[in-house]
């Protein structure tokens, strides 16, 4: 009988970057931890958003 495939975490952390108003970008943690992912409008790296 085929194994029931384990649905995959999904604990995505929002990100966003400099433009006004900033762009929104969904990634792992450890995504934005190991890559710098950059806006092509503002060309700055996304970054985690900061709590208030």
């Known amino acids: 009988m ?3 495939k384990e649905k995959e975490d999904r ?3 929002k ?3 400099k433009c006004t ?3 929104v970008i ?3 943690p450890k995504t934005l931890e190991r890559r ?3 806006c092509d409008d ?3 790296n ?3 958003e900061e709590s208030a």
């Open 26 to 28: 969904r990634a792992s």
């Open 42 to 44: 503002c060309m700055e």
């Open 2 to 4: 085929p194994r029931k």
């Open 11 to 13: 604990n995505y952390a």
């Open 46 to 48: 996304f970054a985690p």
């Open 36 to 38: 710098n992912i950059m």
């Open 21 to 23: 108003p900033p762009s």
């Open 15 to 17: 990100a966003v970057c």
